[in-house]
């Protein structure tokens, strides 16, 4: 029996999953259905989160999203909801996800495991737009910190197949600093996009050692090889001179 578009679809993309499941330390997924229409999708790595209105914004290690393939898929958008905490400009309080210019005009040629990248650039501010935000306070908040550069995690979701050897470990949360009260503030240029203004740190060096001169050797005169030495202007009470040599007595 020939497949519809549809089916075929649903089967090519869980296929992608698990090929991106292979190739990545941070991603790994649960799928339900025969194809799967519903997915659970966790990512391990540095985003954000904040406990609430007055609280601290932390690093987050484990990130959960519900993807839900409608009736529709691929015609239409896939149905996003965002599980665990997170502190985003693009994605609500309540779980919802902006994907840009996806969400208005989707594309149906963008496949699941395309779909996770763009998740996970997200979660690592890769990816971000301040100025359209879902999370006003977070949009706020990216355009003034100076306390984590961006991106919050180096790797891309493919780690392993880009030769990333070993995870970042999963005790990265408890180490992290926190940060209460206002931030300093500084412009926002090149924030955009993973871009962080703080930039890199002076390297701080030690100035170069002055060079050492040679040892100068003190030049010994001969009374017999020069001219002679001039006599001193005053003679001492207690010298006498014979021969044109001076005797101190």
Known sequence: MRQSPRLRRLRSDHKALQSLANESSIFSFNAHGDPPELYVIRFAGRGLFKSDMLGDVQLQNLH??????????????????WKSPIFHPNISASGVVCLGGYGTYWVPSLTLDELCVMLWDMI?????????????????????????????????????????????????VADAPKFKGKVKKESSAGNRRGRSSAGTPPVRT?????????????EVIFLDDGPSLPR???????AREEGGIVFIE
């Not at 301040?130 to 984590?148: D, F, L």
């Not at 030690?206 to 001169?213: D, I, L, S």
């Not at 001193?232 to 207690?238: I, K, N, R």
């Open 64 to 81: 959960e999203v519900h993807i839900r393939l409608g009736a529709a898929y691929p015609r239409m958008m896939p149905e996003l909801a």
């Open 124 to 172: 690592r501010y890769e990816n971000y737009d301040e100025t359209s935000p879902y999370n006003r306070e977070a949009a706020g908040w990216i355009k003034n910190q100076i306390h984590y550069r961006l991106p919050l995690d180096p790797r891309p979701l493919r780690d392993r197949k880009a030769g990333y050897a070993e995870p970042i470990a999963a005790d990265i």
């Open 206 to 218: 030690e100035p170069a050692p002055r060079p050492v001169p040679p040892p100068v050797e003190p």
């Open 232 to 238: 001193p202007a005053t003679v001492p009470a207690q």
